[in-house]
């Protein structure tokens, strides 16, 4: 693990908004409620201690929410802690080749644990390539057998405590 204690967030842009949503007549998984996802998320983790994120840049929003999110942050809240973000340089395909070679660097960083916002595919991609990497599983996808939906404040808290060792990793995490 890093120090300083580093957790990597992967939000997938694409998630949520395929063609079943159409058929079904459901509705899609908006790219600001990701943002705001892992800005709740941000919450969290700051809150247990974690210091740094690792995250993707995307074409479709999700990282100029996230720092806008940021600059607001640091205009109106600084007195409550976040950790500092930083965005991953890596070419963005607009593919699953982003998640794949994300959640490989993620690995590389030895970061504490990756949280995924995604669905079932996602979630499949990161894990191909996490290694023994815990990872923290959020739903943003359409239909999903995996992962179960959590709040992303709730489950940035979790997280920061198993990243950060509060909660050590035997009662953590649960392989699944």
């Not at 940021?70 to 340089?89: I, K, N, Y």
């Not at 070419?91 to 916002?117: C, F, K, N, Q, W």
């Not at 997280?159 to 050590?168: D, E, I, N």
Request: a neutral charge.
């Amino acid at each position: 693990m890093t120090t300083p204690v580093t957790v990597g967030v992967i939000a997938n842009p694409a998630s949520g908004r395929d063609i079943r949503r159409l058929t079904t007549h459901a509705s899609v998984f908006p790219t600001a409620e990701k943002a705001n996802m892992v800005v709740r998320l941000l919450a969290g983790l700051g809150a247990m201690g974690v210091e740094r994120v690792l995250t993707l840049r995307d074409k479709t929003g999700i990282s100029t929410l996230l720092m806008r999110a940021l600059d607001t942050h640091r205009a109106v809240a600084p007195h409550e802690r976040w950790p500092a973000v930083e965005f991953v340089d890596l070419p963005i395909s607009d593919s699953v080749a982003d998640t794949h070679a994300g959640a490989a660097y993620m690995r590389r960083m030895e970061v504490a644990l990756i949280v995924v916002l995604g669905g079932d595919g996602t979630h499949r991609a990161v894990a191909a390539h996490c290694g023994a990497t815990p990872l923290v599983a959020l739903s943003t996808g359409t239909n999903n057998a995996f992962p179960e939906y959590r709040e992303a404040t709730v489950a940035g808290v979790a997280a920061g405590l198993a990243a950060t060792g509060v909660v050590p990793a035997e009662v953590a995490f649960a392989r699944n």
